[in-house]
């Protein structure tokens, strides 16, 4: 049974028509030396049990930085969260009290991070590690908590895992610490995962191996997961649904058969077109021209009209809402009629 | 100047083992690393040959030796006819013009205390034949124009600059000495997907415009075919298959290559549940202590006895087109990433 000696903690069991977690308008803030960095521009979006929702976009958009909000792992200040509210079984975590935030993190939300050579700490053993969630936050021995490492490092498919528990983790591959990084993660049981880019560091081969593992898992517990990448061909393969992020908003939020069939904001079809096609070759690639926006100076009106083949005057003054296409599809376009039926602007 | 079609590089038995030594005062040689372990392939003038490879199996070595960067412990480079590998002093200086190369992180690539025009024009101080002191300027501002940056921006910083235009800075840096090959190791990685496309389009732009030919080392295996004639797939410092781009991705006859491209995810989601994937198991083995015969053999779900015996060599084999290097070399369909 988990603890719950709190009773601002989220409750447990049936959600009915409440998603697992929810983002709700959103927005982080930084405070710099050059000024205020908007990194999140009211984000939403929402997951269910057992859902694999992929967020995607272009480095510096805010995937991380709305992950961090999620798991309250964010240093505040710099950071500072002005607006918006984000829903864990219908409780505003931005509410709660930072000890009942602490026993929300790592036990009932997790996160696995990009890096994990640097997640991972170089003068423990691995074992010591991962059996630290056990003592912690389950109050077992010494004992117990290694025997849990074990079972656990097995069930990530660590080879000769009682071997190797007492090992440290520059003895193990970049792929063998991203498994470690992941037993850790799912320790607890949580309910939510959410992998931050935890593939891209690696190598395709590998790369499938732990695709496979994070699916099977999920599989076996019902989880949430939050997948951040940047790889429409991961996304592809494993996304029920996908939010892509432009300038710190969300400018499309769709099931994944749609948005592969046809996208309907600008940024992602240019994405999808500027993936290398065999019967393309000798040809151009697709490119969206110019340039990431800067967050210091944000274009007015849109923030991809620099770059939009489908601009009109008006997106140059007048910011578009997330418009809704139908009850589980939204595009942050003004002219995402015009997207969906592929005429260009 | 040779024409287009025509042999300007040849690689031959090329080794390069890095010394594992033990001991602070009195250094023992333990064993060795066998970073690239018997390369062999040729590169004809405007050509572009792609290389692919796990993390570990010795591109970017391989890249150094080429580049002289790196001496070899044995074999061959020869580049128009000469041996690099063996070349000094001012020969070695006048084959290093021939050959240049972009580096995969444009963020760390450039030295942030100098000017674009001067990272630029840092080839001309080695080589002050190509372009006497006055006339810098004048061809460095070429250079920028050439891939597609601001002429006037010559003395600004490598800060100022996104990583898309650092890594055309660095192509234009490639570029100030007019060689006839340019090793690109891994020149889009570090870049966002919206500005990938952007620096292949320029790469085959100025290979159309210059007869360049390029060896292209990179692990996006869809980039890689776009831009390449021909693919090189290395494993623990050796070729294991070798061919024209649509023999190694429709055809592989090589097990690695098959699994290689079949844990490639294909950015399509219809028929996801259907795909076939060959996982491999395992991780490569180290390049200290490389198996005996194949080395592909520990993760192999062919192998066989013969393959633990005997090194296979790379060839054509019966039923393929092109060169493996497997005992049992079939050619094998494999769905995946266009
Ligand atoms: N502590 C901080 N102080 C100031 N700015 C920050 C801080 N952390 C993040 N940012 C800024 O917030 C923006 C969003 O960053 P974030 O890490 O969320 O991007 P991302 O979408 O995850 O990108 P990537 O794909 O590169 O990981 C960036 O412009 C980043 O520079
Ligand atoms: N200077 C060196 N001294 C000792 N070992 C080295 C040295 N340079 C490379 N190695 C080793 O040689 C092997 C091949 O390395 P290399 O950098 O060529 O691989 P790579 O294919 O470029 O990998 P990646 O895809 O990660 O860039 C690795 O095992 C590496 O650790
Ligand atoms: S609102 Fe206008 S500028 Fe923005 S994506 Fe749509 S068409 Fe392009
Ligand atoms: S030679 Fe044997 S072990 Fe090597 S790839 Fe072929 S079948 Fe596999
Ligand atoms: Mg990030
Ligand atoms: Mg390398």
Redesign the pocket.
């Known amino acids: 049974m988990r603890k719950t000696s709190l009773d601002t903690l989220p409750a447990e069991g049936g959600l009915g028509d409440e998603p697992l977690l929810a983002v709700d308008n959103l927005h982080v803030e930084f405070a710099t030396r050059a000024g205020v960095v908007r990194a999140v521009n009211g984000v939403s979006y929402s997951l269910r049990p057992g859902e694999t929702l992929a967020v995607l976009g272009e480095s510096g958009s805010g995937k991380s930085v709305t992950a961090q909000a999620i798991m309250g792992i964010l240093d505040v200040p710099p950071a500072r969260i002005p607006k918006g509210e984000i829903r864990f079984r219908g409780t505003d975590l931005l509410k709660l009290s930072d000890e009942a935030r602490t026993q929300v993190r790592g036990q009932r939300i997790a996160m696995i991070f990009q890096d994990a050579l640097s997640a991972l700490n170089p003068v423990f053993t691995v074992g010591w590690q991962i059996s630290e969630m056990f003592r912690i936050h389950r109050g077992m021995s010494r004992r117990d908590a290694t025997a849990k490492a074990v079972e656990l490092m097995d069930r990530v498919r660590i080879p000769a895992a009682k071997q190797r528990v007492n090992d440290y983790p520059h003895q193990f591959s970049g792929g063998m610490r991203q498994r470690i990084m992941i037993a850790m993660s799912i320790a607890l049981d949580p309910e939510v995962l959410i992998a931050d880019e935890p593939t891209t560091a690696l190598d395709v081969t590998v790369q499938a191996q732990i695709m496979e593992l994070l699916a099977e898992l999920q599989r076996e517990s019902n989880m949430g997961m939050i997948l951040i990448t940047h790889d429409l061909g991961v996304v592809a393969d494993v996304a029920d649904k996908i939010s892509v992020m432009y300038g710190g908003r969300i ?1 499309e939020n769709a099931p994944v058969h749609d948005i592969y069939q046809s996208p309907a ?3 992602t079809k240019g994405l999808l077109e500027s993936i290398p096609r065999v019967d393309l070759k000798g040809q151009d690639l697709y490119a969206i021209k110019g340039l990431p926006p800067n967050l210091l100076d944000m274009p007015t ?5 620099p770059r ?5 005057d ?2 140059v003054t007048d910011s ?1 809402p997330l418009y809704e296409i139908n009850a589980r599809r939204g595009s ?5 009629r ?2 969906l039926d592929g005429d260009q ?1 | 100047m040779a024409t287009k079609g025509e042999r300007i590089l040849e690689v031959r038995d090329l080794v390069k083992h890095f010394p594992l030594t033990q001991g602070i005062l009195f250094k023992k040689q333990i064993g060795a690393i066998k970073a690239v372990d018997g390369v062999s392939f040729d590169l004809d003038r405007g050509e572009t040959l792609g290389i692919v490879g796990e993390s570990g199996c010795g591109k970017s070595t391989l890249a150094k030796l080429l580049m002289a960067l790196e001496r070899p412990t044995s074999g061959s480079v020869v580049i128009n006819g000469r041996d690099m590998a063996r070349a000094k002093g001012a020969e070695l200086k006048r084959m290093r013009r021939n050959i240049q190369m972009v580096m995969q992180d444009p963020y760390t690539s450039l030295n942030p205390r100098m000017t674009v025009g001067d990272i630029i024009g840092e080839p001309y101080d080695i080589h002050t034949e190509v372009a006497p002191k006055g006339d810098r300027g004048r061809k460095v501002q070429e250079l920028l124009e050439v891939v597609g940056l601001n002429p006037d921006h010559i003395n600004r910083y490598p800060h100022q600059f996104s990583g898309g235009q650092r890594q055309r800075i660095g192509i234009a840096r490639g570029l100030a000495l007019q060689p006839e090959i340019i090793v690109c190791d891994e020149p889009v990685s570090a870049l966002d997907v919206s500005i990938q496309a952007q620096v292949i389009n320029l790469l085959e732009r100025l290979q159309n415009e210059f007869g360049l030919a390029y060896i292209f080392i990179a692990h996006d295996l869809s980039v890689v075919r776009h831009i390449s004639d021909r693919v090189a797939v290395m494993y623990l410092g050796k070729i294991v298959e070798l061919g024209r781009d649509v023999e190694i991705y429709d055809k592989p006859a090589h097990p690695y290559t098959q699994a290689l491209l079949s844990a490639v995810p294909v950015p399509d989601p219809e028929g996801r549940e259907q795909r076939e994937r060959i996982i491999l198991q395992g991780d490569p083995p180290s390049p200290a202590n490389p198996p005996s015969g194949c080395r592909f053999r520990t993760r192999c779900w062919k192998a066989q006895e013969i393959c633990a015996e005997q090194e296979p060599l790379l060839e054509i084999r019966p039923g393929t087109r092109h060169e493996s290097a497997c005992h049992f070399a079939e050619t094998h369909d494999v769905v995946h990433a266009g």
Request: net charge neutral.
């Open positions: 400018v904001h600008p940024y009106g849109c923030a991809f009209h939009c083949p489908y601009r009109q008006n997106c578009p942050a376009c003004h002219y995402w015009e997207v602007g």
